[in-house]
């Protein structure tokens, strides 16, 4: 259950720390790409429709893993970087 609450502070961090129409829009334009209706989208990823349509409505109570099951589709994930990394200080 704690590693679970951290995911979504860590989500929430991230989302906060960006613009929130960044991931919203790149899942739903990606999905777009690919021909997809949410609906089958949601089948080919391994999540629920709600998952998709909370991703895509730039909703902030999101699970990481769910996210990632997303996101894998396209080749990515999301997580922590190290905030060196992230500033691009060494």
């Given amino acids: 259950m704690q590693k679970h609450i951290n995911y979504i502070f860590l989500l929430l961090l ?8 960044q991931l919203p829009e790149f ?9 997809l209706t949410q609906e089958e989208f949601a089948e080919k990823a391994g999540v629920a429709l709600t998952v998709i ?3 895509e409505q730039g909703k902030e109570n999101l699970s990481l893993s769910k996210v990632n099951h997303v996101l894998l589709l396209f080749g ?3 997580g922590p ?10």
Avoid: D, P
């Fill in 14 to 21: 991230y989302v906060n720390a960006y613009n929130m129409n």
């Fill in 27 to 35: 899942v739903k334009t990606r999905r777009k790409q690919l021909g």
């Fill in 53 to 55: 349509r909370k991703i």
């Fill in 76 to 78: 990515h994930v999301l």
């Fill in 81 to 90: 970087i190290n905030n060196n990394h992230a500033t691009g200080n060494s």
